[in-house]
């Protein structure tokens, strides 16, 4: 039902998890998909080849404005325009407030904030040309409630989600939607070392009142809807994906 022929979609992050699962749906919706990824070649390749000719990898640091603008105007020109952007690249660490660096504290924000501005500054001089555009931001409950521990990545994804209603009124007039999709605990490789406590990732899928720890692919799923047309008039969405065990918006 879902077709997005003659669209041209970026995905950060797009050799493992979460952005993997985007890359081979919106392929399956016969975008043309161009992903990043830093170190994971042997999956980009992968990827590609899974894929064809319609799929590309690009290497690319989230801490480079040049590479960022680099990469989405070598996708625009090989590709034949931009009209989607799905940003899910960012990390996830440790941070007891008084322990934390300010390196570390830094580094962590211009990996999933800063990146996101650049990345939404690069795209859009193309959409607002073709007067048609759609922004997904990949954020996180966490940047809604809060995560002790975690408040620098909490903050990080607090930020994207201001950012994400800040340009759904801002690039509205030029037929650009953005939205975001906040996904709870996914079963990914980025949570691997959580998950190796059985009993702890036993507690976590009992907390969720739908019974199960999301895939990659539930995440995906959303994700494609609010690029389609199905989704033309929702503009400045949050959009939980958790199962149910945090209910805010």
Known sequence: MIDLSNKVTIITGGSRGIGEACVRMFSKANSKVAFTYKKSKAHSDKLENDLGKNVKGFRVDME?????????DK???EF???NILVHNA???NDGALDKMTLEHWNELIRINLTSTFLFCKAVTPYMKKNNFGRIILITSTAGQRGEAFHSHYAASK??????TKSLAVELAPYNITVNSVA???VDTEMNDE???DAEYRESIRKGIPVGRIASAEDVAGPTLFLASDLARHINGEILNVNGGSVLCG
């Open 158 to 163: 607090g930020g994207m989600i201001s950012f």
């Open 80 to 82: 034949g325009g931009m």
């Open 194 to 196: 959580v998950f190796a």
């Open 75 to 77: 996708t625009a020109a």
């Open 183 to 185: 996904p709870g605990w």
């Open 90 to 92: 960012g990390i996830w």
């Open 64 to 72: 480079s404005e040049k590479e960022i603008f680099e990469m989405v």
